[in-house]
């Protein structure tokens, strides 16, 4: 009797491991809603990670993170962050603009951290950058706002133009502030401007292929995740065919011709860096929208030699970093 009593004593013992991690909580969940898949965006989801860290998260160690990507197919948003709010994650980060529409349109309960490179207020995100209110918080590196200043850098460096292109994603609900923004400031340099959409691997050949047959003496390249994550597409096509084109901080960096703008994966740090502190208790109504304000220009002179093109002195002396 006492034998068995004893046996029953050791398997209960060895049970008590077991209900310990039974009853240990659940790590904290982080719902990723992204325009596109993480191997094109792989600065930037580093970045993200590296926020995180400095916020004192690891994912596999002090939470999890459940990736949500649409592939670049804009229509697939709302679902996907639908997911998320039926999986109850506990923040969502949602990167980029079309992302945080949608899932702001999914929940207010669920906290949400975004990061866009459009005006959150213009855009309906948001009623107050130093107030958001509701459940949604995050970072704006307003590189959407310096499109008619990218106009312009791109007028000095080909004077002769008389016409310029500007490349947007139809997706992008911002594409059409784009448009004005840069018809705008188009219509007061006496350019002719040309706007062309792409938000696929084939209409961005089938937009080169135009841009050759029209003779635009430049192109200016919109703020967007899809384009992002086709940077050496793009650099590669620009090259090719000899057009002169600006976009993002990383384009000259990747071999493009001249870029003008923040830090994406600055950016994307800070919306990580916000989303632990969310983790960790933070109300997003309390955390005021981070603005990215710091702005270089990044002229490439391996691809102006490439291109035939002189950069003018009036454009190297404003450069924060030359690539020789």
């Not at 009853?23 to 191997?39: E, R, W």
């Not at 994650?89 to 207010?108: E, M």
């Not at 080169?208 to 430049?218: D, I, K, P």
């Amino acid at each position: 009797m006492k034998r068995r009593t004893f046996i029953a004593g050791l398997g209960s013992a060895a049970a008590w491991p077991l209900a310990t991690r039974a009853q240990q909580p659940a790590l904290p969940v982080i719902g990723v809603l992204n325009a596109i898949s993480s191997a094109g965006y792989a600065r930037e989801v580093a970045a993200f990670r590296q926020g995180l860290n400095e916020s004192g998260y690891v994912e596999g160690r002090n939470v999890v993170i459940e990736n949500r990507s649409a592939e670049g197919q804009y229509g697939r948003l709302p679902s996907l962050a639908a997911d998320l709010v039926r999986r109850q994650v506990t923040v969502i980060a949602a990167l980029g603009a079309p992302p945080a529409l949608a899932a702001k349109s999914a929940t207010t309960a669920i906290p949400i951290v975004f990061e866009v490179g459009v005006d959150p207020v213009e855009i309906g995100l948001i009623t107050s950058l130093s107030r958001p209110g509701g459940n949604i918080t995050g970072v704006s590196n307003l590189n959407l706002e310096l499109m008619p200043k990218k106009l312009q850098l791109l007028h000095e460096l080909v004077p002769a133009a008389t016409k310029i292109a500007v490349l947007v994603n139809p997706g992008n609900p911002n594409s059409a502030i784009v448009l004005k923004e840069t018809q705008t400031a188009a219509h007061a340099l006496g350019i002719e401007l040309d706007g062309l959409r792409a938000s696929s691997e084939r209409e961005i050949d089938e937009v080169f292929a135009s841009l050759v047959q029209s003779r635009a003496g430049g192109l200016v390249i919109a703020p967007d995740p899809f384009f992002i994550s086709r940077m050496d597409k793009l650099v590669a096509l620009t090259v090719r065919h000899a057009i002169p084109t600006v976009h993002n901080r990383e384009f000259a960096a990747a071999g493009g011709l001249i870029s003008y703008g923040g830090s994406v994966p600055d950016a994307y740090r800070l919306a990580g860096v916000y989303t632990g502190r969310v983790l960790a208790g933070a109300k997003p109504a309390d955390l005021p929208v981070q603005q990215s304000t710091r702005v270089e220009l990044v002229i490439n002179l391996k691809t102006a030699k490439a291109l035939d093109i002189t950069i003018p002195t009036s454009l190297l002396v404003r450069a924060d970093e030359v690539i020789e």
